[in-house]
Each structure stands twice: as structure tokens, then as C-alpha cells.
């Protein structure tokens, strides 16, 4: 596991309202046609803080947040870290059974979820939810919009944060068995969000339009957090929609838009089907990331708008690792140059260092690199690497890569994993082998992502069973027990699935056509 410093104080708080003693009357957000400066946005956070302390809301206690987009939403995250408590963000599309792993392992004491979303907890059994005391519905929390200067440590509620206090728990990928979660201190978000403002010259003047979800690294400390600490301002959206961002984009309403490469692929749809030309030249920077952006996509953008896509490069472990450079070439097909803070390199399996222009792994190490998996040392230690020379460790990305010797650019070439990323969502195939495997007649599953125009990649899966499965029992089987972007878009049928001499299916057979069998459908 990485060394951590000394009990440096680090408030993540204290850093996403400083613009509140600044300029309290600036504006902050915009959401479901609300309009919160940031005055407000503090005030309502630590009045929200107050009512969970006075709860019995401790430092350290996780608290699990279900709910999509909204103003009262980013109240509600700000309050928890107010209060010394832990946030533990979830997709509001989950279902039961992936609610209660995160339940279970993360043992939160409160959840906060939107209404629509209660009867989740109840499903529980009373084993999953026993950590639980107490779930609230975010719309029926009391949250006041009056403007307040906080402490600058915010130390009115608990004594102040060290730099490895935790103060999020995001869980994320797994190439086997179920998400696990990254353990991110206030220390590595707040320096994440350093690197992004060095970056991307971030300034009290952006507006960003945000339509990423605020349960994902993405949306939640890249764009929300990183935007409130710069003194900047979000229009969040509950959801993407193309139309209503062009709209937005060319009426000058935002200088910033991030997003994966699905949501550039729609506008790209929506601005050809316009005919027209649209002026963008108010944004000063669009960023994809989450997913390879490829390389059709990136000249399709450019070609509709002129504008070339900043493509980066990053993980819920380590926020932002690479990027291609504001000011510099952004070279289509690669995630640029290692990011302010930033240290990275290529080895090869044995962990030697390799030359430019040679294939290996991406290891990187930073004050952004998280300390560690929550409840899981071995996973943990796993993923760093002793450094030769006395340094500190190297975190282990599980990607492979390529950096030019002439630029210093990097190109990703695959995962040594077997992850899928959908639509900039991770999809762990174990998990909807296990969901697949629980029906009946199902012998064995094997499930990999195979390319997809719209969302990058799409889980596939091969299925060896017994008698007829009918495709309409397996889509409603799915429906049941995953998100929708975990669900496979096809499923094919095998006589047997390919495996080595080992008896290891051989997935890299199956994502590439390898395989002598009768592909038949369901």
C-alpha cells in the first residue's frame, strides 16, 4: 500500500466552499431550474451537517447516498463531508442485490436516497441492512437556502481532517467477483482536484455543463467538485440530452462540457441531423474521458464543430493520470502526457522500467493515488509496487500502453483485465456470469465485451445449458438483478465454451470470433 504523509490537515470541505467567504453571492449552481450561489450552497450544507451531527452522525461513519442529479443532492454530499462522515455514492438504477453487497461491505450507519428509491432498503433482509439505523428520503430532508460563511476548517462539527481521513468510498472495478471500494482520503481528492485546476486553467468564470452522473469519480469530483473549488459554477443536468445541449453549448450558457465517448457520439447525431452550422465558440474546452474516445469519433466532432475533443486519461483509484495538453497538440487516439503531480511509467511483467516506443503496463504514483481498498489488504497490497530505488510505490492500472518517444503522448492499448467499460460505466463479467449462472438450465456463462457503436463496448454473453432458453426469459431474468448498463445486448448460445489445458475458459477466443463451435441464439 502507498505511504502516506504526515497528519498533514487537509479539509475537503473547506476547499469546495471557499468561494462561499470569497464571493458568497456568486453563483454556484443551477439544477431543475433552481439558481444556489454559493453562500447558499454552504449555508444549506452545514445546516444539513448540523441535523446529522444532532442525529448521531459520527467522523468516520459511512454514509450511502441514492439519488440521481439534483441540487438537494449536492447538499446533501457537502453535508456528509462537513461532518467528518464518509460518502458512499451509489448508481440509482441499482438493484437490491447490487444495493446490498455495497451495504454489506461498506456497513454505512445512514442512507440517503430519492424517494422512488426507499422500497430498495425495505427489499432488504434484515441480515444485508443491519449496519442501517436510519434511511431518509432526500426530498424530505429540511434543507434551508440561507446564505452562510463556514469556518474555514469547518471544526465546529469534529476536529480537523487529516489528509488520509477518508472521506470517500467509491466502489469500482473488479475483473472477478463483485466492485470493491477504493478508499480516497481528503488528501488525494483535494489533490486531484489541484492537478485538474493546473491543468485546465479552471477559473471562477466557467460554467460547466454537467451531465455526468454524481455517483461516478467522473462527474462527481472532475466536474462538480472541481468546479465548486475553483469558485466556478454547474448547470447540472438530471440527465443527457443532445438536443437540449446543443441548445445550451451554442447559446454561450456553458465554457466547459465533459463527458464519455456515448455522449459525444449523440452529439455528433444531433448536430449532423441539424443541417447547420452551430457556433460552440463560447465553450473553451470539451473533455471526454472514461472510456477510449475513438478515432472516428474524435474527427467526426471536429469535423461538425471545429473543435478538437481533449481526451484524458484516468481511474476512481487515482482520479486524473494523463491528459492531452490544453495548450499543446491533442493527438486523436492517445490520452496525452502524465498531469500536473503526476508520475508515470511503463514496466514490463517482471515491473522493470521499459524505453519509449515499448509495450507495457501504466504505473503511476501521486498524493492523488488512493491508500488502498476498504477491508481488503491483500487486493491492496497487490496493486502497488515496490519502487527500486526507495521511492514510493507504484500503483499497478492493470492497462497497457505505448509512450511515443517523440511527444511523450501515451496510447492505451487494451486492459490486462477483462473489465468492460460501458457507456463509461464498468461492467465486471463475473458478476453477470453469477446473475446468468442462477437461472436455471444455465451450466456455465461467460460474459466479455465486444465493441459497440454508441457506448464503446457491450457486454456479450456465450451460454452453455440445458434444453431452450427463451431470449425474453433471460432479458426479464437481467432486468430483475442488474443496472441497465450491465445487462447483456446479445446472448449466444454454445455447445461448450473454449478453455486451455488448465480447463481456464479462454475469453480471448470468444471476444474475438477464435472459437470452432455452432453460434446459435438463445
Known amino acids: 500500500m502507498r505511504e502516506m504523509s504526515g497528519p498533514e490537515a487537509v479539509d475537503l470541505y473547506s476547499r469546495l466552499t471557499r468561494a462561499a467567504r470569497r464571493s458568497p453571492g456568486s453563483p454556484a449552481l443551477h439544477a431543475d431550474g433552481r439558481s444556489v450561489t454559493h453562500g447558499e450552497l454552504a449555508g444549506a450544507s452545514a445546516a444539513l451537517a448540523r441535523q446529522l451531527a444532532g442525529w448521531g452522525l459520527r467522523r468516520g461513519d459511512r454514509v450511502l447516498l441514492l439519488a440521481a442529479n439534483r441540487a438537494e443532492l449536492v447538499v446533501g454530499q457537502l453535508a456528509v463531508l462537513r461532518a467528518g462522515a464518509v460518502l458512499v455514492p451509489l448508481n440509482p438504477a441499482y438493484t437490491r442485490r447490487e444495493v446490498a453487497h455495497v451495504v454489506a461491505d461498506a456497513e454505512p450507519r445512514l442512507a440517503i436516497c430519492d424517494r422512488e428509491r426507499l422500497p430498495i432498503f425495505d427489499q432488504l433482509a434484515t441480515v444485508e441492512r443491519r449496519s442501517i439505523e436510519e434511511v431518509l428520503a432526500l426530498d424530505a430532508l429540511a434543507i434551508s437556502w440561507v446564505p452562510d460563511a463556514p469556518e474555514p476548517e469547518a471544526t465546529t462539527l469534529r476536529a480537523p481532517l487529516a489528509a488520509d481521513d477518508l472521506a470517500l468510498l467509491l466502489y469500482t472495478s473488479g475483473t472477478t467477483g463483485r466492485s470493491k471500494g477504493a478508499r480516497l482520503g481528503h488528501g488525494n481528492v483535494v489533490a486531484m482536484i489541484e492537478s485538474l485546476h493546473a491543468a485546465w486553467a479552471w477559473s471562477e468564470r466557467d460554467v460547466l455543463l454537467l451531465a455526468l452522473p454524481l455517483f461516478h469519480l467522473h462527474g462527481l469530483v472532475v466536474g462538480l467538485m472541481s468546479a465548486l473549488a475553483a469558485g466556478a459554477s454547474v448547470r447540472l443536468e438530471r440527465r443527457f440530452d443532445a438536443a437540449a445541449t446543443v441548445e445550451a453549448l451554442s447559446a454561450g450558457r456553458a465554457t466547459l462540457f465533459f463527458g464519455v465517448p456515448t455522449l459525444y457520439g449523440r452529439l455528433v447525431e444531433e448536430l449532423e441531423r441539424r443541417r447547420t452550422a452551430v457556433d460552440l465558440s463560447a465553450v473553451r474546452l470539451f473533455v471526454s474521458g472514461s472510456a477510449p474516445l475513438p478515432t472516428e469519433l474524435f474527427e467526426a466532432f471536429r469535423a461538425a464543430t471545429g473543435v478538437e475533443i481533449l481526451e484524458r486519461y484516468g481511474m476512481t483509484e487515482t482520479g486524473m493520470l494523463l491528459g492531452n495538453p490544453l495548450g499543446g497538440p491533442r ?4 490520452v496525452g502526457v502524465p498531469l500536473p503531480g503526476v508520475e508515470a511509467r511503463l514496466v514490463d511483467p517482471l515491473g522493470r522500467p521499459l524505453a519509449d516506443g515499448e509495450e507495457g503496463e501504466i504505473e503511476v504514483r501521486g498524493r492523488n493515488v488512493f491508500s488502498g481498498y476498504w477491508r481488503a489488504p491483500e487486493k491492496s497490497a497487490a496493486s502497488f509496487r515496490a519502487d527500486a530505488a526507495g521511492g514510493a510505490p507504484w500503483f499497478r492500472t492493470g492497462d497497457l500502453g505505448r509512450r511515443d518517444p517523440r511527444t511523450g503522448h501515451f496510447t492505451l492499448l487494451g486492459r490486462a483485465s477483462e473489465l468492460i467499460l460501458s457507456g463509461g460505466f464498468n461492467v465486471y463479467p463475473r458478476e453477470v456470469e453469477e446473475v446468468l449462472l442462477a437461472l ?13 457503436p454508441e457506448f464503446g463496448e457491450s ?3 456465450f451460454l452453455v445449458a440445458d434444453g431452450e432458453l427463451a431470449p425474453t426469459e433471460l432479458e426479464e431474468h437481467c432486468r430483475r438483478e442488474l443496472a441497465p448498463f450491465k445487462r447483456p445486448r446479445r ?13 481456464k475458459v479462454e475469453k480471448r477466443r470468444l471476444r474475438e470470433s477464435e472459437i470452432p463451435y455452432n ?4
Open 331 to 334: 493527438l486523436p487516439g492517445t
Open 440 to 452: 436455471p438450465g444455465v451450466r456455465e456463462a461467460a460474459v466479455v465485451g465486444e465493441p459497440h
Open 459 to 461: 457486454p456479450v454473453a
Open 491 to 503: 446472448f449466444v448460445r454454445l455447445d461448450a465454451l473454449p478453455r486451455n489445458a488448465l480447463g
Open 519 to 522: 453460434r446459435r441464439s438463445p
